[in-house]
Structures are given as C-alpha cells and as structure tokens.
C-alpha cells in the first residue's frame, strides 16, 4: 500500500476547517506544499503546541505529504511570535537533514494569517484567483495537525483522536486529547465548569466559530476548540442576532463608508470582494444580480462584521443572504479576470492579532491554554458518517458487532469524494442510524 492508499485508508481530514478528504488533495501534482501553521483564531492553541511536541513527526509527515505531490519546496508558515517554536523546527529540519526542502517561513501576527489563500500569496507572493483554490497556483495546504495525521497514516494508524483547545471565561484553559466521538459536554466540563445556563459555547474560534445552540453534540476529526463565555458577553450577544434582525439593522444604518471593503483581506490580495455593495444592495432592494455574485467571494472571516465596521454592523450576513438568494436561483460567480495582484495599500491594513483581540474583548483571556493529559475516557461515542466534505461514510458494521480502536467502522461510497471512518474505542456498537455509529467501552 503506497503512502496515499494509507492517506485514504486512515481516514485522514483537513483537521481545523472545512474537513476536505486529504487524499484527495494530494492526489495531484504542484510545486509547493505549504503547513499552514498559522492558526490565528483568537485562543486557540492546537497548532503550535502540536509543533512543539511532536517536531520530528509533523515534519516527517510534512516531507511525505511534498513528495507525494512532487512539490519542489515545501514551507511551513508559522507566526514569528513563536520563536521557540521556530527554533525547534529549524533544528529539526537540519537534524533529519531535510533543510535543502523543507523551509522554515514566519508570519506577521496578523488576522487572518491562516486563511490559506493569504497564506499562499505570503509565503510564495502568488494570488490564488477568485472562487478558486490554491492547486490553481501550483500550491498544496495542508494543517499542522493534518502533516502529523499523516505521519501516523505512514505508521499504519488511522485518525481516532482529536486535539481541542477549550478556552475562554473558564478557570481552566487547556489543550487536551479526546477520542472522536467523545461527547461536547464531557469535554467542555474540562473546562472547571459543570453548569452552562449562563454560558453559550462558540464551536472553533471566536472569528468564525458559530454559537452552538445545544451542548450534546459529539467531537468529530475537525472540531478544533470551544470558547466558553457568558451569555451576556458582547461577542456572543453580535454572534447571537437573527438574520431578519440583522437584515433591518444594516438596511436603517449604514452609511457607505466601505471601511468593511477596504480591510477585507480577499479585497486586499486583489479579488473583487467588496461587501460594501452587498450592504448597499440590501438597503436599496438592488435587484442587479451580476454585481450580487461577488458575494461568493466572501471567505466568511468575519472581519468586515467584528472589527472593520465603525458601527457594528453585519456586512458578512449581507453577504451569506445575497449568496444564499443566488443559489436559490442557480446563479453562479464566473470569475473573469486572468491576472490577480496585491493591491498597493495591502502592507498597511492588516489587523494585528492583539488590536483584534482586544476589540473582541476577550484580553482578559488571550492566556496559554497548555497541553494537558486527562482521565477522559468516555463511555459511549458517537461517530457521525459525515465529518467531512463529500458523502458520508458507508457503515460497514452492524449493531451488537464488537469493534476494536483504529477499526474501520465506515467506508467510502464508491466513486465518491469522501473520508473512511474508524472505532476510536473498543467496545461494542450500539446502532447505526441517524448519521452516527455509536459504540459502548468494554
């Protein structure tokens, strides 16, 4: 089995974003690979301590994922804050005698560094187009966490753990691994907080993470972090409004001043995102469908809604209504420039992390969220079929089955994009049904 069937067999994910099948993504050719090792979400702390602890690994990993797709370099972006991190990196690289290809590159602190299409054009001055994806430039992404996925994939082990960060207004900040399937609240209570009526819970970062609206969920192979605050915070109080709210709230205020255009980072990398006009087509009714379709290019970083404009308006929820209308309708954004570049002001509109944070008023909780072992072994997992981009996961166990950790519990559908499913605890399947395999500990 070559390194790629072993991808594909373990299961193996993005493991912070959208969950796009990783064997699918190097099942191609280019001449970079890029780690992104950015993670630039407020709080979250999985990337660079994964870095930290398992150097050898991730860069091992890292190297594979380049040859497989031939690439001819292979960076890892990584915030220059992290300087022993870096270090490490470094001194790794040279110890496993890997520096003539695997580079080592730091980011300015920044939101959102981890965006891959930004992270591209820093790391190789290359603008992924419009409504397009980085092979289009010759580049593969891949996350942190992904590169050590992948390492383990080498060693014959399939993905049956996540990392998750928990932070936020809690007494205890951590860092902890958890089996996939593992219950939400069983991990949030990690947190030194048993009682959660007067909380709400944003699943990812607090930029893009949404407010979770019940706590009994599961852990799936991309769940990154939660972020616990209390319910009368002002984050979770924007993040919390209804779309007509924020529908007649944009359409009696704005002003046009286009500050949430002129900080949107597609905007600055030469894209003809400008939610400025989708503000503007919600408060005059506009009807002219061919400029609403930039509102594809909207890569939902929340910027323009949470720090760009003066007001507080919603100019992201302009853009997900107008995009939503369009594909009610089937109409699609055709992009038709063939050259992108930077626009020139770019270099000083970045948002430093730390302006931002405070913004969001979460100083107070900008602190280290460590690595830490638990006694976490839940009972009952639930594993959903569907963790992923494509179609969910063919069950190929039966209920009353006893299963082993790393099993393959799921398969993919013949002839279709998606991602194999295992046991992340040996014990006994209890039912297949409603999207979710759930297995009993022995």
């Known amino acids: 089995m070559n390194l790629l069937e ?36 407020p709080l979250l702390r999985v990337d660079q301590q994964l870095m930290a602890q398992f150097p050898d690994e991730i860069i091992k990993g890292f190297e594979a994922a380049g040859k497989l797709v031939c690439a001819e370099s292979a960076l890892i972006g990584i915030k220059g804050k992290h300087k022993n991190v870096i270090s490490l990196l470094r001194e790794r690289i040279e110890a496993l005698q890997l520096s003539d290809f695997v580079h080592v590159k730091e980011l300015a602190d920044v939101y959102p560094a981890g965006d891959e299409q930004i992270l591209v054009y820093e790391l190789t001055g290359r603008v992924v187009p419009e409504a397009g994806i980085p092979i289009q430039v010759g580049c593969v992404v891949i996350n942190s966490e992904t590169a050590l996925n992948i390492y383990h994939a080498s060693q014959g082990k399939p ?15 951590l860092t902890v691994k958890v089996p996939v399937g593992t219950p939400v609240m069983a991990v949030l209570k990690l947190s030194g907080i048993d009682e959660f009526d007067n909380y709400s819970v944003i699943d990812g970062g607090p930029m893009m993470g949404p407010v979770m609206n019940q706590l009994n969920g599961y852990i799936t192979k991309k769940s990154k972090g939660f972020v616990i605050l209390k319910k009368q915070h002002s984050l979770i109080r924007k993040k919390s409004i209804k779309p007509d709210q924020a529908k007649r709230i944009n359409r009696a205020t704005c002003e046009q001043c286009r500050m949430c255009t002129d900080l949107c980072p597609r905007y600055l990398i030469g894209h003809d995102m400008q939610p400025h006009k989708m503000m503007r087509t919600i408060g005059y009714s506009l009807t002219d469908t061919e400029e609403q379709k930039m509102s594809y290019l909207c890569c939902q970083c929340n910027l323009c809604e949470l720090f760009s404009c ?3 308006l919603y100019p992201k929820a302009a853009n997900m209504m107008i995009k939503q209308n369009l594909m009610e309708q089937s109409i699609r954004y055709q992009p038709e420039k063939k050259e992108y570049a930077a626009r020139v002001n770019r270099e000083y509109r970045q948002l430093p992390s730390k302006r931002l944070i405070a913004r969001l008023g979460l100083y107070d909780f900008d602190k280290p969220a460590p690595m830490t072992e638990t006694d976490l072994k839940p009972e009952i997992v639930s594993i959903a079929i569907c963790q992923h981009v494509g179609a969910p996961a063919i069950p190929i166990v039966s209920p009353g089955e006893r299963v082993l950790v790393g099993q393959m519990i799921g398969k993919i559908p013949e002839g279709s994009l998606g991602a194999a499913i295992h046991g992340s605890i040996t014990g006994t399947v209890m039912e297949c049904e409603n999207g979710f395999i759930t297995i009993r500990r022995d």
Do not use: Q, S, W
């Open 6 to 41: 072993m991808v594909k067999d373990a299961g193996i994910i993005g493991a912070g974003g959208a969950g796009f099948p990783t064997h699918a993504k190097l099942a191609t050719k280019a001449e970079y690979i890029i780690l992104n090792g950015a993670e630039c979400e």
């Open 159 to 173: 993905v049956t753990e996540k990392y998750i960060t928990i932070a936020g207004d809690i007494p205890n900040r």
């Open 310 to 312: 003066p007001v507080g």
